[in-house]
């Protein structure tokens, strides 16, 4: 079902979407961080992404922010074209599964919110540590590239609690371009260290003006 799937993956989406060093102290991690706080501080913007996933096959998504707390996300899984939505602003949320919008449990709704708020609206806390290196023509444009490697959550199994390095199987690394003229990012790329080629996530961000998310029409009151 495109409605499990959208839950969840919604966790691993936005902690990867702004995952920023917000303790960090070397200039690189400092020029990442100032990166994402201005593209927060534009408060409208899209972020579109692929995530391949060996069990769930590849997700495509495309969230739309107004900050501080409005989001519409749209996802479509596999080759079937599985599609689901799901608008969240303030503390209310509603879903799309292809048969119209519907509430979601004020709990649900509340967890998403809060999410939304500690990893998109406000600096995320995860502590990745990135290094300069350089300029770097890709795609045809020419950024600024910094890279750090990812520490993951631990499995809910596991008996120590929190991110941990020693989690992960292969250590993913994440690569974020930076535009040189707007200081903006404008990529962000997961790949594993193993596997530089292999895109786990890779999401694009666009500046969206004059933006808009409202409750949907056809939501039951």
């Known amino acids: 079902m495109i409605g499990t799937v959208t839950m969840r993956f919604f966790a691993l989406i936005i902690l990867v979407t702004l995952s920023i060093p917000a303790h960090a102290d070397s200039s690189c991690s400092a020029q990442v961080n100032a990166?994402?706080?201005k593209l927060r501080e534009t408060k409208s913007f899209r972020l579109q992404t692929t995530i391949v996933n060996p069990q769930q096959g590849t997700l495509h998504m495309k969230a739309d922010y107004v900050l501080p707390d409005r989001m519409h996300q749209t996802i479509t899984l596999g080759s079937d074209g599985a599609a689901g939505e799901m608008i969240v602003i303030g503390n209310d949320a509603w879903s799309n599964q292809g048969a119209g919008?519907?509430?979601?449990?004020?709990?649900?709704?509340?967890?998403?919110?809060?999410?939304?708020?500690?990893?998109?609206?406000?600096?995320?806390?995860?502590?990745?540590?990135?290094?300069?290196?350089?300029?770097?023509?890709?795609?045809?444009?020419?950024?600024s590239l910094y890279q750090g490697t990812l520490a993951m959550p631990l499995s809910?199994?596991?008996?120590?609690?929190?991110?941990?390095?020693?989690?992960?199987?292969?250590?993913?690394?994440?690569?974020?371009?930076?535009?040189?003229?707007t200081g903006l990012p404008v990529r962000n790329i997961v790949t594993p260290v193993t596997e530089p080629n292999n895109r786990l996530f890779d999401g694009t961000f666009?500046?969206?003006?004059?933006?808009?998310?409202d409750q949907p029409t056809t939501a039951a009151n």
């Open 101 to 143: 919008w519907a509430k979601l449990p004020d709990k649900f709704a509340k967890a998403v919110a809060k999410q939304l708020k500690e990893t998109v609206a406000d600096a995320p806390k995860v502590a990745t540590e990135y290094k300069c290196l350089g300029d770097k023509v890709f795609e045809g444009h020419n950024y």
């Open 206 to 213: 666009t500046v969206v003006p004059d933006l808009t998310i």
């Open 156 to 181: 809910a199994e596991n008996k120590q609690k929190g991110p941990r390095m020693a989690a992960l199987t292969v250590p993913k690394i994440q690569n974020v371009y930076i535009d040189k003229q």
């Open 35 to 37: 990166a994402f706080a």
